[in-house]
């Protein structure tokens, strides 16, 4: 059973084109998160959902909007991707501020 | 969040420990010590954390020193499929911090 999902795996679009990745935790968790890795490995937070209320968003365009229908799942889409887009997203789940699971990540790649 | 220093690489062999440091000089007292780690193309891990005593788990043991100033991650016997890069992190557990900030981790090749 896996903990954390994300779907799609791998991700290969367009400039200009409107994509979502989905995020799933079957852990009971209440706080979900979405990080970016960029081409130089480093890995940051980009927003969070304690609960389905937004409770970090960091300095990231607007063109990135995160959905938490339920707890149990965290969205991400992002409008107009541009170039710089392509990055290993990992969504992440935890109980509150405990430590957190990771899902495999989704490789997207704007050509 | 207190800042850390990891050396950037190791290399350990095959069947032996695994030693981990990482220099956490500014740490507060109510800062708790993590690890993390990441396979190549696969998502981050938890291994392990602490306040102050040292812990022990399945996949690590941490040992913190007494003026808390510094940490090692102990993979007591470290396979090829420990090859990693680990992220030691410091940060507050509780209230509104959910923040893990990642550095650059130290980059552990295990050795046949």
């Known amino acids: 059973d896996t903990a954390v999902s994300q779907t799609p795996k791998y991700l290969v679009t367009q400039m200009g084109n409107d994509k979502s990745i989905k995020c799933e935790q079957n852990?009971?968790?209440?706080?979900m998160y979405w990080y970016k890795q960029d081409s130089k490995k480093f890995l940051k937070i980009m927003f969070s959902?304690?609960?389905?209320?937004?409770?970090i968003n960091e300095t990231v365009p607007n063109r990135f909007s995160p959905k938490s229908p339920d707890k149990a799942h965290l969205n991400l889409h992002i409008n107009s991707l541009e170039l710089g887009d392509s990055a290993v997203y990992f969504c992440?789940?935890?109980?509150?501020?405990?430590?957190?699971?990771f899902g495999p990540g989704t490789r997207l790649t704007v050509l | 969040d207190a800042k850390t220093t990891q050396p950037t690489s190791m290399d350990c062999a095959e069947g032996r420990a695994a030693n981990l440091p990482c220099n956490h000089s500014?740490?507060?007292?109510?800062?708790?010590v993590y690890w993390y780690r990441q396979i190549h193309s696969q998502g981050p891990q938890y291994i392990i954390h602490?306040?102050?005593n040292n812990e022990t788990n399945e996949m690590a043991s941490l040992i913190i020193t007494e003026d808390r100033k510094s940490s090692t991650l102990i993979l007591p016997h470290a396979t090829l499929r420990d090859t990693a890069v680990y992220y030691c992190?410091?940060?507050?557990?509780?209230?509104?911090?959910?923040?893990?900030?990642f550095g650059k981790g130290t980059l552990l090749t295990v050795n046949p």
């Open positions: 992440a789940s935890s109980l509150t501020t405990d430590k957190q699971f």
């Open positions: 852990l009971g968790h209440d706080t």
């Open positions: 959902y304690n609960n389905k209320e937004l409770i």
């Open positions: 500014t740490i507060s007292g109510n800062e708790y």
């Open positions: 602490g306040l102050k």
């Open positions: 992190i410091v940060r507050v557990v509780g209230g509104s911090n959910y923040k893990l900030t």
